[in-house]
Structure formats: C-alpha cells, structure tokens
C-alpha cells in the first residue's frame, strides 16, 4: 500500500512540476522585461561619465524597484519573485552602463591630458 501511494504521488509530482516552473520562469522574464523598460541606460552612462568611480559607486548603491502596479493584488510569492528577478536585472544594467560610463569618461580624460601634455611640449 505504501509503495502505491509512494507511486501516485510521483506521478502527481512529475506531472505538476512544470507547471510551476513554467509559471515562475514566466514571473522572472515578465520583471527582467519590465526592468529594461524601466532602467534608462543613458542616464546611468552619463552618470558614469561625468562622475567617475563616484558614478559608479552610486549605481551600485541605488537600489531599484519594481512598479507598485505590477505588483498590486498579487501572491505574497509572486511578489517576492518578481522584485527579486526585477532588482537584479535593473541593477545589473544600471550598473554595466555605469562602469561603460565611466570608462568612456577615463579614457577622455586620459585623452585630454595627452594632448595638452603634447601641445605644450611642442611649444
């Protein structure tokens, strides 16, 4: 008897595990879709850019949040999910944009300070 109710419930498992799964990977794409619309990746380069290491730090530090309307009237779980998938694709790109940012902005710099060592050496 315990072997066919052992039977049954591996079956009834092996049956609804996908669906649950499939639902969780459909909570995760619909936040990291939702992140990239939301995270303005010109911004977080000029920040970058124009502040540095200090730029990046600060993308680093800034914590996005998903909007309340994505959340509103739903499971305890799902929310846990979709912040969590949605914190991490936004800081992921918030921060990558920065460090472009920011080493686009070293470069010019480095750039500026060839030129205007080899302007005044030629003078």
């Known amino acids: 008897m315990a072997k066919r109710l052992m039977s049954v419930l591996m079956v009834l498992v092996l049956f609804f595990l996908p669906l ?10 619909e936040a990291q879709a939702q992140a990239e619309k939301d995270v303005n990746g010109t911004l ?3 920040v970058g850019c124009l502040l540095g290491l200090v730029g990046y730090l600060i993308a680093l530090l800034v914590v996005p949040n998903p909007p309340a309307g994505a959340l509103m009237g739903k499971s305890p779980d799902y929310v846990v999910q979709y912040t969590d998938a ?5 800081k992921s790109m918030q921060t990558s944009k920065a460090l472009i940012g920011c080493l686009v ?8 300070y060839v030129l205007a060592f080899a302007s005044s050496s030629t003078s």
């Open 105 to 112: 902005g070293t470069g010019l710099q480095i750039l500026v």
């Open 44 to 46: 977080w380069l000029g």
């Open 86 to 90: 949605y914190k991490s694709k936004a």
């Open 20 to 29: 649950f799964v499939e639902r969780a990977f459909a909570q995760v794409a």
